[in-house]
C-alpha cells in the first residue's frame, strides 16, 4: 500500500513539474529615443491624463486549442505606462506639468493583446495596439489614432519573453509618433 502511494505522489510530481508554467503578470517596459530639447517655449504648460478603454484587463491571452484560454494582465495598468513614457518624453522637449494649463492632452487605449494560438501544429502571436490622443489647446481641439499590429510564428510555445517585446515595440513607437507629430505641437504650443 505504501509503495503505491509512492508511485501515485512520484507520478503527480513528475506530470505536475512538467506542465508549462506562464508568470502571473506581464511587465511592459517602453523605450523612446532621447528627445529634442526647447521644443517648446520655456512657458508651455499641459496636462495630461491616460484612461484605458479596453474592456478587457489582460495584455496578453494564450489561446491553445482544448486548454481553456489564459488572460495575462500587465503588472502596472497600460495607460499608466503609456502615460509617463510620454510625459518624461514631453518634459524633456520642453514642457512643463501643471493643472492650470491652457492644453490637456486625454490619451486612450484602445487596444492592447497580444494573442497566442495554436492552429495547427506551429505557434501564432498577433499583436495590436491602438492609442487615441486628444489634444484641446485654446479653443481647438485634435484627435489622432495610433495602431500597430505585428505577427510571430514559433515552433515553441512562446513564453512572455518573445510576446512583451511585440507589445514593447508597438507601444514604443506609438509614443514616439505622438511626441514627433507637428500638428500636436503646434496645438500645444498654441500656434506660437
Known sequence: MKSWSLVTCACLWFFVGCAPTLPLDANLNL????QPVNVYPGDTAITLRGHDGRDYQEVVRYVIKDDPPVPIPNRNPPHIVVSEQLADGFRAQGLIFAQQAPAHLQLDIEALL???TRPKVLYDIKAVS???VT???HGDSLTKRYRKESTRVSATRPGLD???PLLNEQLSRIVQQILDDQEIRKLIAGGK
Open 135 to 137: 489634444v484641446t489647446s
Open 114 to 116: 497580444a494573442t497566442v
Open 162 to 164: 518573445e510576446v512583451e
Open 31 to 34: 523605450s523612446v529615443t532621447t
Open 130 to 132: 491602438a492609442v487615441s
